[in-house]
C-alpha cells in the first residue's frame, strides 16, 4: 500500500520560509517521477514542482527562484524548501508521486487516475 506522509506546513509572516518533507512507504521516490501540488482556498488544484525519474526539476514559472524542489533517496523523502513566502502562497500542499513510468509532468502529478497524493500539510502566510 502506498503512503505519502507530508510534513512541515504552518504559519508564517510575508518573507518567511518552511520547508516540507513528504516520506513515502510502499513505494519508492528514486526514479520515479514526483512533486507538490498545492490547493489554495476556493480554487482547484495547481502544479508547484517535480523531479523526473532522470532527476530533472521543473517548476511553474511563477514560483521559480523561491521554492527548491529536492529529494533524499536514502531517506525516501521528497522536500520542498519554500523561500520569501507571501500570503498567495497560502494553500495546503501536497506530495504527488506518479502511478507508473510514463510522461512526467504537471498534468500527470494533477490526476488522480496517474498519481498519488498524500493528505496534504496546510501552510499559511500572513502579511
Known amino acids: 500500500q502506498v503512503q505519502l506522509v507530508e510534513s512541515g506546513g504552518g504559519s508564517v509572516q510575508a518573507g518567511g520560509s518552511l520547508r516540507l518533507s513528504c516520506t513515502a512507504s510502499g513505494y519508492s521516490l528514486s526514479y520515479r517521477c514526483v512533486g507538490w501540488i498545492r490547493q489554495v482556498p476556493g480554487k482547484g488544484r495547481e502544479g508547484v514542482a517535480l523531479i523526473d525519474r532522470y532527476g530533472l526539476t521543473s517548476y511553474v514559472e511563477s514560483l521559480k527562484g523561491r521554492f527548491t524542489i529536492s529529494q533524499d533517496d536514502a531517506k525516501n523523502t521528497l522536500y520542498l524548501q519554500m523561500n520569501n513566502l507571501q500570503p498567495e502562497d497560502t494553500a495546503t500542499y501536497y506530495c504527488?508521486?506518479?502511478?507508473?513510468?510514463?510522461?512526467?509532468?504537471?498534468?500527470?502529478?494533477?490526476?488522480?487516475?496517474?498519481?498519488?497524493w498524500g493528505q496534504g500539510t496546510r501552510v499559511t502566510v500572513s502579511s
Open positions: 504527488a508521486a506518479a502511478r507508473s513510468v510514463g510522461d512526467c509532468d504537471i498534468p500527470t502529478l494533477l490526476a488522480t487516475a496517474f498519481a498519488f
